[in-house]
């Protein structure tokens, strides 16, 4: 079977967690050759499929994907179809535990070079400090009280979103700027089985919410869509947490991302672009960095989208913001007697800005939002590449190469 290993020692077999799995399809359309599956329930690896070659592991949001079982009888699909979490790993018979050492080692190794990679592979900044990940999980939660809950647009509008405040206790749950939590909803879905994880990113600093807190927040949009019928589809997760009231608690699983990481190189240039609810790292980056005051000379640079002032969130907080903190382009779409103005568009009028400090290699980009921005960053980053003479997608590997270009939408 092509990228197993067999043998007494049986084979090697890439597994995925469904308990933190948030079926995001990365996986599935990430892989090379085809190895990902997926039905209602679960996504899978095929056996005779999986090459090891490690695509799949670094983009994954949740670390999901980055599971490796020696096992003597294999795991079908129908099994893993029907799993809601990990089984236990096989124990082996004695003699073979020096070869199911060498596997182990084996797997850490292209682990290791899939973060190193060489033309696309997602990696850290170098300066950023160590992330825990999967600390908690589903079968053990860290239970976190809720302390705030904010609405952080107009109520006259149709965008509802929240500041919500998890507040852990005693517990401890270390987060680094760019990290994200799990939340399960309670209850079951229409197939008897609990709900399943919702990732949202972290929108404090390492800190807390309030420096020296053991607390984060998080930025959550209402899901409320209308359907052909007349109803109106309401987000499961979503509205749990929108609903939320003070002192009540949730399950938190996690903390997640290994990747988008913040750098903690004070000296460093952050772009950054977003739209609506993507914002929500980047309120951590700006926390983090007003938080340090004028500890080095770099600066934040956002570009922030939205329909209109009053449904961008934190739009009032932001203005707030020092300007030799976060330099600012709030860019709208529908203000009335105005042209419509997208995140790219604001990015052209500031080519020459852009493209001199795209030429430091201090500078770092984080592009976060719905799916379609990246089209619209991508081709801004090509004509600011043409107005600064230098080819963007060049610049753009060697930056990814160098932890300093980092992409999350959904």
């Known amino acids: 079977m092509d990228g197993s290993t067999g043998g007494s020692a049986g084979l090697k077999q890439h597994l995925i967690d469904p308990e933190i799995c948030i079926r995001c399809n ?12 997926h039905d209602d329930n679960n996504y899978v690896v095929r056996l005779e499929g999986c090459n090891f070659c490690m695509d799949c592991v670094a983009p994954c949001p949740t670390g999901a994907i ?9 795991f079908s699909l129908e099994e893993q179809f029907s799993w809601d979490e990990l089984p236990p790993k096989p124990e082996l ?6 070869s199911v050492d060498a596997l182990d080692d084996e797997a850490a190794a292209l682990l290791e070079d899939a973060h190193k990679g060489a033309g696309g592979k997602v990696r850290a900044p170098a300066s950023a400090s160590k992330p825990r990940v999967n600390l908690f999980n589903r079968g053990n939660p860290a239970i976190a009280k809720v302390t705030g809950n904010i609405r952080v647009t107009r109520a006259d509008t149709g965008s509802d979103v929240h500041h919500i405040i998890l507040d852990f206790g005693a517990v401890a749950f270390p987060v680094l700027e760019g990290q994200s939590i799990g939340v399960i909803p309670p209850g079951v879905d229409a197939n008897g089985k609990p709900h399943a994880m919702r990732l949202y990113s972290i929108c404090s600093a390492r800190d807390g919410e309030r420096p020296n807190t053991n607390n984060l927040a998080l930025t959550v949009k209402r899901v409320l869509e209308p359907q052909h019928d007349g109803t109106v589809l309401r987000g499961i997760a979503s509205n749990y947490m929108c609903d939320l009231a003070m002192g009540d608690t949730v399950q938190v699983i996690g903390p997640f991302g290994s990747t988008f990481l913040m750098p903690d190189d004070p000296d460093a240039d952050i772009i950054m672009i977003c739209t609506g609810t993507g914002a929500a790292p980047f309120r951590g980056f700006t ?18 989208g939205a329909r209109t002032p009053a449904e961008l969130p934190y ?12 330099a600012q382009d709030l860019c709208f779409s529908r203000l009335p007697d105005a042209p419509k103005e997208y995140v790219q568009h604001r990015m052209g009028t500031r080519a020459e800005a852009l493209a ?6 201090t500078t770092h980009i984080y592009v976060c939002g719905l799916r379609g921005l990246e089209a619209g960053v991508e081709e ?3 004509n600011i590449g043409t107005v600064g003479g230098f080819d963007w997608p060049a610049l753009r590997a060697t930056m990814r190469e160098a932890g300093r270009y980092h992409v999350e939408t959904y």
């Open 287 to 304: 926390e983090r960095r007003r938080r340090l005051a004028s500890a080095g000379r770099g600066r934040l640079h956002l570009f922030f």
């Open 26 to 37: 990365t996986c599935e359309a990430t892989c090379p050759v085809d190895a990902i599956t």
């Open 315 to 326: 739009f009032g907080p932001l203005k707030k913001v020092p300007e030799s903190v976060l």
């Open 380 to 382: 801004a980053f090509a």
């Open 93 to 98: 018979p004695e003699a073979e535990t020096a």
């Open 356 to 361: 001199e400090l795209l030429r430091k290699p």
């Open 66 to 74: 980055d599971n490796w079982f020696q096992v003597i009888q294999p």
